[in-house]
């Protein structure tokens, strides 16, 4: 009676969590983009150095301060954020769809994985990769361009926390997509121009009125806003507020990709 109670379905035999398999699947999702580390870490260090250089070299010279600080070092950090958004999403959608369009997806349903430890798993790797380009990218930022960091922690917190929104969406967007023209898709057509459209390159007070509420409603111009401050110190919107914004938008879709891990959603059929 005791054995078979042990075993009945549902009864995991490791206990609440799966730590080891939990552990696994994190290092499997950090070992595959540090395995082609050329083109996970040096080339988005590249393009956001393209980037800086041509907008140093074009709009430099004659722009002047921007909220106080060299127009520069303003960019700077939106970069690096930008930076952070793009490979974290690229990380986790890319690891689902690829899995899901060779047909190895069930590697992963098949072990004792709960819904949240496969969450937790593929968010450690978009993590990982987030905050590894955000500090290849802020070292040079540092040594290049002399700029400190006027608040570390508050720095970490928006870039761990963006790197978590990001991969939560990429998780989603990994288990909607069915091949990579949809993922393609959803790239050219919302995460790039929600990203570019977050005052990454300005600040929004030199927007008209409804741009700036739009961009209010923008989960990402927080991301940019509370990196800036971390480096510079200077904002457009409260960090506070910054940091509920994405704690709650980070929280929905992570629950919503729970839910979509939970039911199986568009990856048992």
């Known amino acids: 009676m005791t054995q078979s109670t042990s075993h009945q379905m549902g009864v995991r035999r490791f206990g609440r969590w799966n730590w080891m398999g939990l552990y696994t699947l994190a290092e499997r999702e950090c070992r595959r983009f540090l395995s082609i580390w050329a083109q996970t870490v040096m080339g988005p260090l590249i393009n956001a150095g393209l980037f800086l250089a041509v907008f140093a070299i074009a709009i430099g010279p004659t722009r002047g301060d921007v909220m106080g600080v060299r127009y520069v070092d303003f960019i700077a950090p939106g970069l690096m954020m930008m930076t952070v958004i793009q490979n974290s999403f690229a990380n986790t959608s890319s690891s689902l769809l690829a899995a899901k369009v060779q047909g190895n997806i069930v590697d992963t349903l098949m072990p004792p994985l709960s819904p949240a430890e496969m969450l937790l798993g593929y968010l450690a790797g978009g993590v990982a990769r987030g905050a590894l380009v955000a500090v290849v990218i802020g070292a040079v930022m540092v040594v290049v361009l002399g700029t400190g960091l006027a608040h570390p ?117």
């Open 153 to 269: 922690v508050v720095a970490l917190l928006f870039i761990v926390l963006g790197a978590a929104m990001m991969g939560a969406l990429g998780i989603l967007a990994g288990i909607y997509a069915s091949k990579f023209d949809q993922m393609s898709a959803i790239t050219n057509f919302i995460i790039t121009p929600l990203s570019f459209l977050s005052g990454t390159f300005y600040s929004i007070e030199a927007l008209p009125p409804a741009l700036t509420a739009a961009s209010h409603l923008n989960p990402f111009f927080y991301l940019i806003d509370g990196a800036r401050y971390g480096v510079l110190g200077v904002s457009d919107a409260s960090p506070v507020l910054g940091l509920a914004v994405c704690l709650a938008t980070t929280a929905a879709l992570s629950a919503l990709a729970w839910r979509w891990f939970a039911r199986g959603y568009r990856l048992k059929t």
